[in-house]
């Protein structure tokens, strides 16, 4: 999947621009807070129907704006011309519209677009609550399997009238027992496909962790669910008195976690700075990998501001990745360090495009100017 050009108007601190890419590597160089990631949350946007942050939509709009606008145009791997359209306005919410067609379900546009996103906040995928973990987990299977967010669905709504019944203290078992039976049918599809999930990543995400680290540390994911050890009417029948008590469903995969090691210790207790941040990065990548083979596409790869707490070796590991090859297809990456980009512009073929950000603004420096800049740039400071 290639994003050709983007227009922008009113999102964040973005004004309104309009650039065009290179299907290679895309580099952001400017300081911190200039509108580098808004760009990269614009693309996230277009292409999984939500930002980035957990922030109300209506906060994506500039100040003083009424409304955002977003446009895409995309190439597929097979060549199909695509243009995305999004749109927020005050109070009335978001429309998402393909090639001119607004969507009935905002939720079928998931998985059209692939797209990995690496950012700082990552760490929470380590150190951050189940929840982190499993959105992230329910996010990259949906974009492979549609039917998955379909059971997502079914299961939040009879988990929510389960819970409408246990806060109003109703104690009939067939009326638990009727909500419970479309519960079970769609926990098991996605307990099911959670574990064929966990199966898949976790040697892809312990070959990019001793990439990444330059060593043969092995990381790795573990499923943990209450269904692993019982079925899910079993732990119903089991604390449902307990579930009435507390006014909630205590149990269930949406309860689900995955544990994230290293070697024979856990990263949440454990992991330095550097390591958290090269587990995250190589599972993103892993996750890159998996939507490539299983979905058929290749997603766009958007790295924001990933060097930052990591050793000059293992900076040096992920430019090698990142700037050799094929694998990745069309990458967007920020910086507030010149040199990281410099080095990896240096090292690529073909037409990479090279941006200047400063507050919402974006100019293109043409490739001649980086060359003649990067003959002078000394290697990064890595």
Partial sequence: MILNRIEILDFKNIPDTRLEFSPGVNCLVGLNGMGKSNLLEAIHMMCLARGMSSMPESALIRHGADMLAIKGDFTSDAGTEQRVAVGIVKGKGKSLKLNGKEYERISAHIGA????????????????????????????????????????????????????????????????????????????EIHAARRRWVADIAPRLSSYY??????????????????????????????????????????????????????????????????????????????????????????ILLLDDIFDKLDASRVEHILQMVSSGDNFGQIFITDT??????????????NPKLFEVSHGSFTEIPPGNIHTEMQTAAEPEI
């Avoid at 856990?266 to 998996?290: C, E, H, N, P």
């Fill in 210 to 299: 001793s990439m990444i680290a330059g060593n043969e540390e092995r990381a790795n994911l573990e499923y943990r669910s209450v269904l692993n050890d019982a079925t899910l009417p079993e732990v119903f029948a089991d604390r449902r008195a307990k579930d009435i008590a507390l006014g909630y469903t205590s149990q269930g995969i949406h309860r689900d976690d995955l544990g994230t090691s290293l070697g024979d210790y856990s990263m949440r207790r454990l992991g330095s700075q550097g390591q958290v941040k090269s587990f995250t990065l190589a599972l993103r990548l892993a996750i890159f990998d998996y939507l490539k083979t299983t979905g058929g596409k290749t997603p």
């Fill in 113 to 188: 677009f692939p797209l990995v996103c690496v950012t700082p906040a990552d760490s929470m995928l380590v150190s951050g609550s189940a929840e982190e973990r499993r959105r992230l987990t329910d996010m990259v299977i949906s974009q492979a399997d549609p039917v998955y967010l379909t059971h997502l669905i079914r299961y939040s709504r009879s988990l929510e009238s389960r819970n409408r019944m246990l806060r109003a203290g109703v104690r009939d078992d067939l009326l638990y027992e009727s909500v419970e039976s479309a519960m079970t049918i769609a926990a098991n």
């Fill in 337 to 350: 360090n010149r040199g990281h980009i410099d080095y990896i512009l240096g090292r690529l073929e073909g």
